[in-house]
């Protein structure tokens, strides 16, 4: 595989255009040597928008002024089964084209200013995201027979991001708060529905005085799932293991501070048990 990353440099891929702050994406482009490709124009992977088109203007209500702010990213690729990771690892057949398809936004009120040695923000929004593949299956045993997979998979949510930073010659010190709650619903060929509530948030400080340091950081992350309907049986099999070529699934990314799934008491994480122990 061939990866490009196209970035601009801060100072030219953000700009402005009369009362509008625009934010250029971050462009990747995934190209194969079989003719696979995927084109990422910036898509908000796990909520996150940094690498996102954004646009952030002041909108007036009359005499009130609204900062109102903007994201988008989507992406788009033509894979197969041993290059897309979006389809099941099959070992009585294979997938092939496997079309692959996201679009994130988000839209809210934020701000964001920098004077002298001071930058800070603040975003309150909604968010949205659609993704999509559509795959044919084809079997060892009839290769001129097809089965389609399809998969959909949606998010709404809200979040709220609060950030601020201050540099002065011996001391530099900043602030990050994060918040989300969202709702994702997974529709599957021959898999029953698939409903995930989710909500977190994250908080993180770091003071710097001359050459000390201290970081300060807590997040805790409640999921809740519920199922839908049955499961039926599909013509394929999935692998006991991944076949040649084929990556193996992501695996879930792993909380920190205050965990609860279906059915499971919450529980802190040893270093924050410590903290509320000790007060």
Do not use: C
């Not at 250029?24 to 084109?39: A, C, M, R, S, W």
């Not at 898509?43 to 646009?55: A, G, V």
């Not at 293991?241 to 990556?247: H, K, S």
Request: hydrophobic share 50%; net charge negative.
């Amino acid at each position: 595989v061939y990866h490009i990353e196209l970035q601009l440099p801060d100072a030219l891929r953000k700009q402005q255009f009369g009362e509008a702050n625009i934010t250029f994406p971050v462009i990747d482009l995934d190209v194969y040597t079989n003719g696979d490709f995927l084109v990422d124009l910036g898509f908000p992977y796990n909520l996150d928008f940094s690498k996102s088109f954004q646009i952030d203007m002041i909108v007036w209500a009359g005499p009130i002024p609204i900062p109102v702010s903007a994201a988008a990213g989507l992406y788009f690729g033509v894979l197969d089964g041993q290059t897309s990771t979006q389809v099941p690892a099959v070992s009585n057949g294979s997938f092939a084209p496997v079309i692959v398809a996201g679009f994130g936004i988000t839209v809210g009120l934020g701000y964001e200013l920098s004077i002298g040695p001071l930058d800070a923000g603040f975003f309150a929004g909604i968010i949205g995201i659609l993704e999509g593949v559509l795959a044919w299956f084809h079997p060892n045993a009839d290769p001129d027979s097809t089965s389609v997979y399809v998969k959909v998979t949606g998010t709404v949510g809200i979040q709220i991001h609060i950030w601020g930073t201050v540099n002065f010659a011996v001391l530099q010190a900043s602030l990050d708060i994060y918040a989300y709650a969202a709702a994702t619903v997974v529709i599957e060929s021959y898999q029953a529905i698939q409903v995930a509530f989710e909500a977190g948030i994250s908080i993180s400080l770091s003071i710097k005085v001359v050459f000390f340091t201290i970081n300060l950081s807590f997040s805790a992350t409640i999921r809740e799932s519920v199922t839908f309907g049955q499961s039926s049986p599909a013509p394929w099999v999935i692998a006991a293991a991944p076949g040649p070529g084929q990556r193996p699934a992501a695996q879930p990314s792993v909380s920190r501070g205050i965990v609860r799934s279906s059915g499971r008491v919450v529980q802190a994480s040893p270093a924050f048990a410590r903290v509320l122990a000790t007060g």
